[in-house]
């Protein structure tokens, strides 16, 4: 079956600063990874996703590519903000069942 | 557009008891998601229903079950509960109209708490 391994598992940057969180995954069948957030006592909601037809995507500030042959996806976030602390969890798919990685805790420091 | 909710969103139970936790999706959606979340093991994928019927299952014991009704809300019960199934339980729905990769949308999650 699928697994996703994602790094780091925490992740420190200054206010203003970028961030970068990378996830590999080993089914070559998946073709949909989503990134999620998660806020203290909040579901993961989701911030971007990417197909696998697609090598990059950005929306704003975010953006996450896609690397189909090496199977690995990351997620960039440029000007980070104090809100932008929170867990970021990437998972991978090729029917319904999500298999999410391990999560990234970013904290950013104002 | 109302998003998923999730009823109760505290539980307690004891070990040995069951418990019911319910779903309601986005309004139009037709598929619902649950999954498990722990420190531990993080978040893993329980099952998927689609039209009221079990599409995908994860690799939980039989204890773990589920249903969807007509209007798509679904329901999942643990029986005979252990101090392991000590989670937050959450629900996502997607559009799902052809199977495939639909974004999912989670609701806030149900923590169940057993002593």
Redesign the interface.
Same mark, same amino acid.
């Given at each position: 079956g699928e697994n996703v391994e994602q790094h780091p598992s925490t992740l420190s940057v200054q206010e203003g600063d970028s961030a970068v969180i990378k996830c590999t995954y080993s089914d070559s069948a998946s073709?949909?990874f !989503?990134w999620?957030k998660q806020e203290l #006592?909040? #579901? !993961?909601?989701?911030i971007i996703?990417i197909?696998s037809n697609v090598g990059e995507k950005k929306d704003q500030r975010i953006a996450v590519t896609l690397n189909k042959t090496a199977k690995h996806f990351s997620l960039h976030i440029t000007e980070t903000q104090p809100e932008d602390s929170a867990v970021y969890?990437c998972?991978a798919?090729?029917?319904?069942?999500?298999?999410? #990685?391990? #999560?990234t805790r970013l904290t950013i420091n104002p | 557009k109302a998003g998923?909710t999730q009823t109760p969103r505290y539980l307690i139970k004891t070990r040995g008891q069951q418990v019911t936790l319910s779903c309601s999706p986005i309004s139009g959606h037709r *598929?619902v *998601?649950w999954?498990q979340q722990t420190p531990g093991q993080?978040?893993?994928?329980l099952f998927?229903y689609?039209s009221e019927t079990q599409?995908?299952k994860?690799n939980f014991p039989g204890r773990f079950s589920g249903r969807q009704f007509s209007n798509s809300r679904s329901e999942m019960n643990v029986s005979t509960l252990e101090l392991g199934d000590s989670a937050l339980y959450?629900c996502?729905s *997607?559009l799902?109209p052809a199977?495939?990769?639909?974004?999912?949308?989670?609701?806030?999650?149900t923590r169940l708490l057993v002593l």
């Open positions: 073709n949909y !989503p999620y #006592g909040k #579901g !993961p909601q989701l996703d197909r969890f998972a798919t090729r029917a319904q069942k999500l298999v999410f #990685g391990q #999560g | 998923v *598929s *998601s999954y993080g978040l893993q994928f998927e689609f599409r995908n994860g959450l996502a *997607s799902n199977g495939g990769q639909e974004t999912q949308y989670f609701g806030p999650g």
